[in-house]
C-alpha cells in the first residue's frame, strides 16, 4: 500500500526558511516519476506549487518562483521542497503526489508564515 508521509512544516517569520520533507512508502517506482508539491490555504482549494521530473528538471507556480526550490533523493525516496523568503501567505498545509494525483493523500505539513 502506498503512504506518502509529509514532514518539516512549522511556524516561521516572514522572510524565513523552512525544508519540507515527504518520504514514499510502497510500490510507487519513486524513481520514474515526476514528484509534486501542492498546498491549501485555509478556505482554499488545493493547489499545485511545484514539480520535479524523473531526470531531475524543475517546474514552479509563478507565486514562489526564486523563493522556493524542489529537489528530490531517489534513494530514500524523498522529495523535498525547501521553503525561503516565506510570506504570510504562504501559510497553508503543504502536500506531495504525482499530477494528477494518483496515490492517497497525505496527512500534509502545516506551514504557518507569521510574526
Known amino acids: 500500500q502506498v503512504q506518502l508521509v509529509e514532514s518539516g512544516g512549522g511556524l516561521v517569520q516572514p522572510g524565513g526558511s523552512l525544508r519540507l520533507s515527504c518520504a514514499a512508502s510502497?510500490?510507487?517506482?519513486?524513481?520514474?516519476?515526476?514528484w509534486n508539491w501542492y498546498r491549501q490555504a485555509p478556505g482554499k482549494q488545493r493547489e499545485w506549487v511545484a514539480a520535479v521530473t524523473s531526470d531531475g528538471s524543475t517546474d514552479y507556480v509563478d507565486f514562489v518562483k526564486g523563493r522556493f526550490t524542489i529537489s528530490r533523493d531517489n534513494a530514500k525516496k524523498t522529495v523535498y521542497l525547501q521553503m525561503t523568503s516565506s510570506k504570510p501567505e504562504d501559510t497553508a498545509v503543504y502536500y506531495c503526489?504525482?499530477?494528477?494525483?494518483?496515490?492517497?493523500w497525505g496527512q500534509g505539513t502545516q506551514v504557518t508564515v507569521s510574526s
Open positions: 503526489n504525482l499530477r494528477p494525483a494518483l496515490y492517497p
Open positions: 510502497g510500490s510507487v517506482f519513486f524513481a520514474m516519476r515526476a
